[in-house]
């Protein structure tokens, strides 16, 4: 009796281990789910953009010889359109980086200016192109979208152009080309969008600095002085691409 129960005892138990081992055996593995992606602001980046300005130019004129001091402010509106290049360094959720960009420029405006009965001053300014170089900072608001401003030095090339008219006599031009630099500052928002994609909005005020120029115009035998100062309202769009492309990591 004692050799049966020992024997029934031995048979369960190593039933019990045999089942146990096949349920282990039978179970598969699972792999745990890699870590979703997030993207990388960091790295250089190159594109381009367009947009609009609402410029103005602000004079003081002194007319030589007839003793006319006056002021004068010129809009100077128009579609503007370059390209843009940076880099980017990511921090956590903060984003700091430099761009540079070169703008082509639609930009201008003129006004004619009584002189004396019977003559008159036309000056035409126009803005023939401009570029800005800019630290950037910005928060994220979500890892694919960026909240930044930006300051730093703009540089353009500013064309005025007088023309005396006096009745009864040919009108003489006198052109002067200006080489002008000044600050900038704005802000701006950008959204990537994949495959080291993005688009942004931005808005710049410009400064050009003030420049004084005197115009001869020997054929009228006149001399004017304009003292003057080149601001713009700038709002573009644009589109970046990153390069090495993807902009994902983890």
Not at 11 to 26: K, Q
Not at 115 to 129: C, E, F, N, R
Not at 151 to 175: C, E, I, L, N, S
Request: proline fraction near 4%; avoid cysteine.
């Amino acid at each position: 009796m004692k050799k049966l129960f020992l024997a029934t005892t031995a048979f369960v138990v190593l039933a019990a281990a045999s089942a146990g081992a096949a349920d282990m055996t039978a179970r598969p593995y699972t792999a745990a789910p890699p870590p979703a992606p997030i993207y990388t602001w960091t790295g250089m980046y190159w594109g381009a953009n367009v947009g609009y300005s609402w410029g103005q130019s602000k004079n003081d004129r002194t007319l030589f010889g007839l003793g006319v001091t006056a002021r004068e402010s010129q809009d100077l509106d128009g579609v503007i359109g370059g390209v843009q290049t940076g880099y980017n360094y990511q921090f956590g959720a903060w984003v700091w980086g430099l761009e540079t960009d070169i703008q082509a420029s639609g930009q201008k405006g003129s006004a004619v200016i009584p002189v004396i009965p019977g003559a008159t001053l036309t000056t035409d300014h126009k803005l023939q192109w401009f570029g800005t170089t800019r630290p950037r900072l910005g928060f994220l608001a979500t890892p694919n979208l960026l909240l930044y401003g930006t300051a730093g030095v703009a540089y353009g090339q500013v064309k005025d152009t007088f023309t005396a008219a006096f009745a009864g006599a040919p009108g003489a031009v006198a052109t002067v080309n200006d080489l002008r630099a000044g600050w900038t500052a704005g802000a701006g928002v950008e959204g990537a969008f994949g495959g080291g994609w993005s688009a942004k909005v931005e808005y710049l005020y410009v400064d050009l600095g003030k420049l004084e120029t005197t115009v001869t115009v020997p054929a009228a035998g006149l001399t004017a002085n304009f003292n003057g100062r080149l601001t713009d309202n700038i709002v573009r769009v644009g589109l970046n691409y990153k390069w090495g492309g993807g902009g994902y990591g983890y």
